[in-house]
């Protein structure tokens, strides 16, 4: 099992849709909490972390932890098509240093 | 708006042969990354440097090394490249007060 699970997807919207991505994890030592966006043939780039449990807002984006399920999501609220892209969680307890990435889910948005 | 770059996108080597994959960052960062990235295993860490001439293995080290001998560049070296190698290779630094980070845009290595 690995340490930290994302479904790959593709997963598909319509344009304005609210879009939920997910990552599950089993290490409970796991206090830090990131997202990445990651367009095609292009590095990842950061969009938000968090450090432990609780919300996180950043315009359209939302990152919400629970540490009692081992359960992370990222909200996107009115998606658009410029969202395209993958997405990565990644996690650690130690900051950034040794981060454990998931696999990406590929989002689509259809205008 | 240049922040991190890596001295190739596309690299073809033969199995056996010194590979450097270079990275350089502009923005003063202390700690710079080497991460590959494979379908179905996503980001892995190799290595990473949290200062000049200073080093740590990731979790998956075997095979690599690395150079920092400036604050701005760090090295990955593979010493005998082999077809398992084939990969994308990103570099990432970070640093600031708000633990800012930014990833190079990659370099795809394929061993043949």
């Known amino acids: 099992q690995k340490e930290v699970e994302q479904d790959p997807g593709p997963l598909s919207v319509p344009e304005g849709a609210i879009v939920s991505l997910n990552c599950t994890y089993s290490n409970s030592a796991f206090q830090y909490f990131m997202w990445y966006r990651q367009y095609s043939r292009k590095g990842p780039e950061l969009l938000m972390y968090?450090?432990?449990?609780g919300n996180k807002e950043d315009g359209r984006f939302t990152a919400q932890v629970d540490k009692s399920s081992k359960y992370i999501s990222l909200f996107i609220r009115d998606s658009q098509p410029s969202d395209s892209a993958t997405y990565l969680c990644?996690?650690?307890?130690?900051?950034?240093?040794?981060?454990?990435f998931g696999t990406g889910t590929r989002l689509l948005v259809s205008p | 708006d240049v922040k991190v770059t890596q001295s190739s996108r596309y690299l073809v080597k033969r199995t056996g042969e010194k590979v450097f994959l270079e990275c350089v960052q502009d923005?003063?960062?202390?700690?710079m990354f080497w991460y590959r990235q494979d379908p179905g295993l996503g980001l892995r860490l190799i290595y990473f440097?949290?200062?000049?001439?200073?080093?740590e293995k990731g979790d998956i080290p075997e095979g690599y090394s690395v150079s920092r001998e400036k604050k701005e560049r760090f090295s990955l070296i593979l010493e005998s490249a082999s077809t398992n190698q084939t990969s994308m290779y990103l570099c990432?630094?970070?640093?600031?007060?708000?633990?800012?980070?930014?990833f190079g845009p990659g370099t795809r290595l394929t061993v043949t």
């Open positions: 923005m003063d960062h202390e700690n």
């Open positions: 440097s949290y200062d000049v001439k200073m080093k």
């Open positions: 968090t450090y432990s449990s």
């Open positions: 990644a996690m650690s307890n130690t900051g950034f240093q040794k981060l454990v």
């Open positions: 990432a630094s970070i640093g600031g007060l708000k633990a800012e980070q930014y």
